[in-house]
């Protein structure tokens, strides 16, 4: 079975960077779809990035085109999510999720319904 766990995050101030990373276990994540999701508190969970199974599309939330890359070791079984130019609005828990069908991401938007499995999330927060 599936299992997603993410690490990466942190407190950095605002204009740093992170690499967040989204390890699999128990399958190949080559045959998923991968999508980077943030909740901040009291705000949904939203769609910041995903990349296509096979990784020929990727997709990003107008929020974070140019300061977000979303990438893939297939070696290493991890979805990488590097973030830059950090923003405190940028403050909340990142999650990775997967999901089988090749559709997924093949175009925006980026819906939280459209995964189906999840990790437990990573907190990123963004000082001023």
């Known amino acids: 079975q599936l299992q997603l766990v993410e690490s990466g995050g942190g407190l950095v101030q605002s204009g740093g960077s992170l690499r967040l990373s989204c390890a699999a276990s128990?399958?190949?994540?080559?045959?998923?779809?991968i999508g980077w999701f943030r909740q901040a508190p009291g705000k949904e969970r939203e769609g910041v990035s995903c990349i296509s199974r096979g990784g020929s599309s990727t997709n990003y939330a107008d929020s974070v085109k140019g300061r977000f890359t979303i990438s893939e070791d297939n070696a290493k079984n991890t979805v990488y999510l590097q973030i830059s130019s950090l923003k405190p609005e940028d403050t909340a828990v990142y999650y990775c999720?997967?999901?089988?069908?090749?559709?997924?991401?093949?175009?925006?938007?980026?819906?939280?319904?459209?995964?189906?499995?999840w990790g437990q999330g990573t907190q990123v927060t963004v000082s001023s």
């Open positions: 999720a997967a999901d089988p069908l090749f559709a997924t991401c093949r175009s925006p938007p980026i819906g939280v319904g459209a995964f189906r499995y």
């Open positions: 128990g399958v190949s994540l080559d045959h998923y779809a």
